[in-house]
């Protein structure tokens, strides 16, 4: 119960203070690439139920596939506008919203799609016991994922049998024995990371 009253009071008070900076933000997306400016993808929550992740588009209109999977921030299929917001991760701030609907919580593990859930059910049953979240320990660790993701010949090979391993092992102990001390743990480490590049 704590973990979603302090949900809740973080991301309804981080959206009230962004909402300008979205809607400024999506008049440029609007003038620059044109609608739609969000775009919404089915992903495995809490018990592998799904739900819609939102995100702000930074692909071509209808550029998206299932797997939600790219090839690095170079990937052709991203705009000018959306390489910009994927470098930042400004496009993951609309899942603020999927926080206050009850199908996030603010610190846990990234949402994966379906497809890869399933592939690695083995990892995932043991993940998706909790809602999945905005920020984890693998995601400010691989915050430069899509950079890596660039480097390598086959980005999906190097995402399944290198990426996904090393990131679930990270999201079973993450969830293992989670708590507010492990909650307020990863939201330091994300503002340490921000703060000092850390």
């Given at each position: ?11 309804t ?8 900076f979205?809607?400024i933000?999506a ?11 969000v775009f ?6 809490k018990?592998f139920?799904?739900f819609?992740?939102y ?18 921030l ?25 926080i ?5 919580s603010?610190v846990?593990?990234r949402?994966q799609?379906p497809?890869?859930a399933?592939?690695?059910r083995?990892?995932?049953q ?5 809602k999945?979240?905005l ?9 430069n994922?899509e ?11 190097y995402y399944?049998e ?9 999201d ?12 307020f ?12 590049r850390a």
């Amino acid at each position: 119960m704590l973990i979603r009253f302090f949900d809740i009071v973080i991301s309804t008070v981080a959206a009230i203070i962004l909402l300008p900076f979205l809607l400024i933000l999506a008049i440029i997306m609007i003038a620059g690439q044109g609608f739609p400016v969000v775009f919404s993808q089915v992903r495995s929550g809490k018990d592998f139920r799904p739900f819609r992740i939102y995100k702000l588009r930074t692909m071509k209109k209808s550029s998206e596939d299932e797997l939600g999977l790219t090839k690095g921030l170079h990937d052709e299929r991203i705009t000018a506008i959306g390489f910009i917001l994927r470098k930042y991760k400004i496009d993951e701030l609309p899942q603020l919203f999927n926080i206050i609907l009850g199908q996030m919580s603010v610190v846990g593990s990234r949402p994966q799609v379906p497809f890869y859930a399933e592939k690695f059910r083995n990892y995932y049953q043991k993940i998706l016991i909790l809602k999945p979240g905005l920020l984890s320990p693998s995601a400010i660790k691989f915050s430069n994922e899509e950079e890596l993701l660039d480097k390598v010949d086959d980005p999906v090979k190097y995402y399944e049998e290198t990426l996904v391993p090393v990131k679930c092992e990270m999201d079973i102990d993450l969830v293992t024995g989670f708590d507010l001390k492990k909650y307020f743990t990863v939201l330091f480490s994300y503002f340490k990371k921000i703060i000092f590049r850390a």
